[in-house]
């Protein structure tokens, strides 16, 4: 047989299948075509098998033209293959997409309750001059304790409230307050700084969490008396609770301040009254303050002849719970549930 002879019959299967696949409209008729010109015993194989019988010389140019023809095929097939899913994804959006639905909000992120608290709080600082600074959760006994003037025999220091990593030695922080020793030993004078953070102590119930945030304040300058200290407290009070709550100071006492005092606010649900909330007193403690215990200040090397300062420290949790009125149990903050988390976005 005459090679130019396949050749051409060949061009005439290929443009018979080009042909007949226009008129196919669903992908079984696609699928069987293809496979009446290109399986085994389809009509491409058949005229194949005169390649044998051609002289050597010519099977290189028809066998060319067989890979064409078959490659031309095969591409056929699927572009037509993925024209009919196109045309039926079309129709079946046609048919189902209502364009007059309300479309759906992706899910964003969003703080804490406690985050939102804590900030609020730094906040009010830093819009009073105070820079923010950290310490480390991993606290020394020495930072912890010892520098804050806690004498040796101090019940907090007691294994009952402090979760030791090595007794004596390291520990989790169980307040803020060594990053007031930190800063001292770090910053140049003058000092005013906030310190928020986790802190740690054995403790669990309802009012309670073992691990929990406190803010730290520390102002050290020439001249800083307790007025100032009173100042700025009323001041942050009023910006957090409402201008309009009374605010107290009583005498307390703290291992390194003196004198010391505990903040309250007047209890905002009775107004003074007396209730649950408050346990009848009218009053709400919120914070603990004081003038920085001269021994604290010796043990940092600065003159507390020259030198004074104030210190407070304050629960994020305690804050938080009275702001969003309603979390009975300070748990709600750490467990994580959505629909309790999913209520503070904002
Ligand atoms: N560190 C105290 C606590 O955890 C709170 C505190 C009280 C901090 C008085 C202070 C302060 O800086 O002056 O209970």
């Not at 919120?286 to 600065?302: F, K, Q, R």
Request: hydrophobic share 40%; proline share 6%.
């Amino acid at each position: 047989m005459d090679p130019q002879e396949i050749i051409a019959q060949l061009r005439a299967l290929t443009d018979g299948f080009e042909r007949q696949l226009s008129g196919l409209e669903s992908e079984q008729s696609i699928r069987e075509h293809q496979a009446a010109f290109l399986s085994k015993k389809g009509s491409l194989a058949q005229l194949q098998a005169l390649l044998g019988k051609l002289p050597q010389e010519s099977r290189k140019e028809v066998g060319a033209a067989f890979n064409e023809a078959k490659q031309r095929i095969a591409s056929q097939a699927h572009d037509a293959l993925t024209a009919l899913a196109k045309q039926a994804e079309a129709a079946y959006l046609q048919q189902y997409t209502d364009l007059s639905l309300p479309g759906r909000r992706p899910t964003i992120g969003h703080m804490h309750p406690l985050s939102i608290v804590l900030y609020d709080i730094v906040d009010v600082f830093v819009s009073m001059g105070f820079d923010v600074a950290l310490g480390p959760e991993i606290e020394t006994d020495l930072y912890n304790f010892e520098k804050l003037n806690f004498p040796a025999d101090h019940p907090a220091r007691d294994m009952q409230d402090t979760l030791f990593i090595e007794e004596g030695k390291t520990l989790l922080r169980t307040h803020t307050s060594p990053v007031q020793v930190r800063t001292m030993l770090q910053r140049p004078l003058p000092i005013q700084v906030v310190a928020p953070g986790a802190v740690y102590r054995r403790d669990d119930d309802p009012t309670h969490s073992p691990m929990f945030f406190q803010v730290e304040g520390l102002l050290v300058d020439k001249g800083v008396h307790f007025g100032h200290l009173k100042g700025v407290l009323d001041a942050f009070l009023h910006q957090v609770f409402g201008a309009d709550v009374t605010t107290r100071f009583r005498p307390s006492f703290f291992p390194f301040t003196e004198p010391s005092a505990e903040a309250d606010i007047q209890c905002i649900v009775c107004r003074g009254k007396g209730c649950r909330l408050c346990s009848q007193t009218g009053w709400i403690e919120i914070l603990g303050c004081g003038m920085v215990d001269p021994n604290v200040l010796a043990g940092v090397g600065i003159d507390p002849e020259v030198y004074t300062g104030f210190a407070f420290g304050l629960g994020v949790d305690r804050i938080a719970m009275l702001r969003y009125e309603g979390i009975t149990s300070i748990k709600l903050f750490y467990e994580n549930d959505p629909r309790f988390l999913g209520c503070f976005a904002r």
